[in-house]
């Protein structure tokens, strides 16, 4: 398969105008060469793998007016696809160690099955809280709370100052108290949940 689309800047101005023809052709060809490349990545997972692609093109017909001040087409899609790989294995990692940290609950607790599923559903009104915060403040909480990282060393991957690591991660832990304040009803049982979740 040829890496190069022949009359892509046509596509993709036809693409701007809702040609739908036109997008598919886009698709047609490059979603072949994104799931080459993502397709080891994803630990050989067909279905990660499809389901970035689907995501990339979705958000890129979405937001197809945006498409005339992109100069390179294809870099920019690999890039797409690189930042929702990202995402994929941070929300894994997330889930994994929400997994854990029920599983240490269950086994180290004398709680009952009813007290289980609380806990698991006030854990999940935590995750859409946390799910909520802005891209950057949402990635500095993951880096410190799912991958337990140092001020310094989320600075250090970031490219930021540690301060701004400070800021924006008490934001964001501020940010995530008032969503849980909003129930009172369940806001201690999410305080202990939050608790394991750090």
Not at 21 to 48: G, I, K, Q, V
Not at 125 to 141: E, G, T
Not at 162 to 171: D, F, P, R
Request: with cysteine.
């Amino acid at each position: 398969m040829k890496s190069e689309l022949v009359d892509e800047p046509l596509l993709i101005r036809r693409c701007v105008n809702g040609d739908r023809t036109a997008f598919s052709s886009l698709y047609s060809h490059y979603a072949p060469l994104l799931y080459r490349l993502l397709y080891p990545l994803t630990r050989e997972s067909r279905h990660d793998a499809e389901e970035i692609i689907q995501d990339v093109f979705l958000s890129i017909w979405e937001k197809r007016e945006l498409l005339p001040a992109i100069r390179n087409f294809k870099p920019f899609l690999f890039r797409m696809a690189r930042n929702k790989l990202i995402d994929l294995r941070r929300k894994s990692a997330v889930k994994k160690r929400a997994a854990g940290n029920l599983e240490q609950l269950s086994q180290s607790s004398s709680l009952s099955p009813e007290e289980d599923v609380l806990y698991i559903e006030y854990h999940s009104y935590a995750m859409k809280a946390i799910a909520a915060l802005p891209p950057r403040q949402r990635q500095i909480f993951d880096l410190r709370m799912s991958e337990d990282l140092s001020l310094d060393q989320i600075a250090a991957q970031l490219q930021i100052t540690t301060h701004a690591v400070k800021k924006n991660l008490y934001t964001a832990i501020r940010a995530v108290k008032e969503q849980l304040r909003k129930n009172p009803d369940w806001f201690l049982p999410l305080l202990l949940a939050a608790a394991s979740y750090c």
